[in-house]
């Protein structure tokens, strides 16, 4: 079996979330659920809807790969309206996975695209 017929089909979702929590926890911005509110706003207009638990297993999942640390911090004010949140943020090996992630992603979305042209060209030229 070639490299090429090895790889699947299209991209796992595991991996496409994997792409973007990777760029947003770079970019210090935000915990799980917000995070998932800001995918769920910027892939709505292609009918994507990234689920809870897939948004919180990919980060456990990082999390086990040693990619991200975890803290808890209180969000709100004490003893009035307050929310415990966990912040991710990178490691420095997480850093360079993530960088070396981001470039085998590309590769790999190269390839997804290439397909989904094809597909377009064959049965809607």
């Known amino acids: 079996m070639s490299e090429q017929q090895s790889r699947g089909f299209l ?3 595991r991996a496409f979330l994997k792409l973007y929590l990777l ?4 970019k210090q911005k935000g915990y799980g659920s917000q995070m998932l509110d800001d995918l769920r706003k910027e892939m709505k ?7 809870h638990s897939e948004i ?3 980060l456990h ?18 003893g009035v309206d307050f929310q415990e ?23 790999e ?6 397909l989904l042209n ?5 049965h809607y030229k």
């Open 85 to 107: 949140i966990v912040i991710y943020q990178l490691t420095d090996y997480g850093v360079e996975e993530a960088k070396l992630f981001k470039k085998q992603m590309k590769v």
């Open 118 to 122: 094809k597909a377009l060209h064959d």
């Open 11 to 13: 991209l796992k979702q």
């Open 23 to 26: 760029d947003i926890i770079a």
């Open 45 to 51: 207009e292609f009918g994507y809807n990234p689920t």
């Open 61 to 78: 999942e990082l999390y086990k790969e040693g990619i991200v640390t975890r803290e808890k911090k209180i969000k709100g004010e004490p």
């Open 109 to 114: 979305l190269d390839r997804c695209v290439g």
């Open 56 to 58: 919180y297993k990919t």
